[in-house]
């Protein structure tokens, strides 16, 4: 995470930045809060919903400068300035999205978990994020299926996964559950490492305030748990 600085945190940069992704990866999806901004767009509604919902600003939450996540089938390396680029889905590397072709896979390495999606859940959505920001994203539902990789969750996450729900209902695609099956199943292995056990007690034991001091130090020890 970037600390927040309104002086270089503008929506002109974050706009410059996101442009930058789409002209060096063309096929980038864009996802976490900015890509559910631009699907719940595509349904008519203003694409700073969920911030309003959360309380929160588009371009930063806390002390910390938003990030901007995709989902990029190539391994890139694009220079992330000034708002840091998360490659992985809700910063976790316990689950990934692989690109081969036209087909795309949910995999873990951790979980040995590896099964292709149907090509509608991945299917690219043009639309536009906050300030008016071109971007490609994924469907609402997928945006919804996406939320169960990411293990625990804070209160604020949760509502936008119930927002995300809300508007996933309305969303005219024709999107069974069963093309979300490997969601499911990789949600379900995930839930028997000790990893889920840790965070749920480590979030009831700690206030907020005192997670966020820790961070810098629990987040790279994450990546070593099963």
Excluded at 185 to 194: H, P
Aim: charged fraction near 25%; include cysteine.
């Amino acid at each position: 995470m970037t600390t927040y600085s309104p002086e270089i945190h503008t929506a002109e940069a974050l706009n410059a930045e996101i442009e930058r992704i789409y002209r060096l990866q063309p096929g980038t999806l864009l996802v976490g809060s900015l890509g559910r901004a631009a699907a719940f767009k595509t349904l008519g509604y203003n694409p700073a919903i969920e911030f309003e919902h959360r309380g929160q600003d588009p371009l930063f939450a806390g002390h910390n400068a938003r990030d901007i996540d995709v989902i990029i089938g190539q391994d890139t390396a694009i220079k992330d300035h000034p708002y840091e680029i998360d490659y992985q889905v809700f910063s976790t590397p316990r689950a990934k999205l692989i690109q081969d072709g036209s087909d795309w896979f949910l995999a873990s390495d951790r979980k040995k978990f590896c099964e292709p999606l149907h090509p509608a859940v991945m299917e690219p959505v043009a639309s536009e994020t906050v300030h008016g920001i071109n971007c490609t994203t994924v469907p609402v539902r997928t945006h919804l299926a996406l939320f169960g990789l990411k293990g625990l969750m804070s209160p604020k996450m949760l509502r936008s996964r119930e927002l995300t729900m809300r508007f996933s209902a309305i969303e005219k695609l024709d999107l069974p559950d069963e093309l979300y099956k490997p969601f499911v199943e990789l949600e379900a292995l995930d839930l028997q490492g000790i990893y889920p056990f840790l965070q749920r007690h480590y979030r009831t034991l700690l206030p907020e305030h005192i997670r966020a001091k820790l961070g810098p130090i629990t987040r790279p020890l994450k990546n070593l748990l099963p």
